[in-house]
């Protein structure tokens, strides 16, 4: 048994007010709306994964699919405003894919973040990223971010590489050893999830 199932004991469904079991509603979201775009794949084989742990709902929820404009932009469509807000506001924790452009994590992921507030709050989230370094420096800089959203990041953090578990930087085919390191990620953000969920119930 691993530390966080010690801590937070080995049930990770929440009981809801007429006693049942309410399942963790966890989204897994594409931190890119770029052309041509590898998250996708990242994001259907973090589900996969995921959905053999039977712990939780997993979603994966495509920032695109909500066309954000830029955040006080005058003029801009604010239509998909209010189906982010609802969505994520459902969930109970996250997982991001995050690619690592110039050093960061994408404008587009950076807007949608800023588009919400109390919906982030007291939640818990894990990050996935890509890049030539494993985009590691994105996921610091998201780390950032999460703090002052009130979201708590956890430790486990797999890296994929652009030359280790990626064919001619598109077609993703991630070394075995990195599944493992997503259970792990999972773990925690599970754990986390569960006592958090306690905290916005209060």
Not at 94 to 99: G, H
Not at 127 to 152: D, F, K, M, N, P
Not at 184 to 190: A, G, K, P, T, Y
């Amino acid at each position: 048994m691993g530390f966080f199932s010690k801590l937070f004991g080995s049930n990770n469904k929440t009981t809801d007010k007429n006693g049942g079991k309410e399942m963790l509603k966890i989204g897994i979201i594409l931190g890119s709306t770029r052309e041509g775009r590898v998250s996708p794949q990242v994001g259907q084989w973090v589900k996969q994964i995921a959905d053999k742990r039977g712990d939780a709902t997993y979603e994966i929820i495509d920032i695109a699919d909500f066309k954000l404009p830029l955040l006080g932009e005058p003029g801009g469509d604010a239509s998909g405003v209010s189906g982010w807000s609802s969505k994520i506001n459902e969930c109970d924790g996250f997982v991001f894919i995050v690619q690592e452009y110039n050093h960061s994590i994408t404008g587009a992921l950076k807007n949608a973040l800023d588009f919400l507030r109390e919906e982030w709050n007291n939640k818990a989230a894990g990050i996935v990223s890509y890049g030539s370094v494993g985009g590691a420096r994105a996921a610091e800089h998201l780390r950032g971010i999460c703090g002052e959203l009130l979201i708590a990041d956890v430790r486990v953090h797999p890296a994929l590489s652009l030359f280790t578990d990626f064919e001619n930087g598109t077609d993703f085919k991630p070394k075995e050893v990195q599944a493992q390191s997503v259970n792990d990620m999972l773990d925690q953000v599970i754990s986390w999830s569960t006592a958090l969920k306690t905290v916005r119930n209060k």
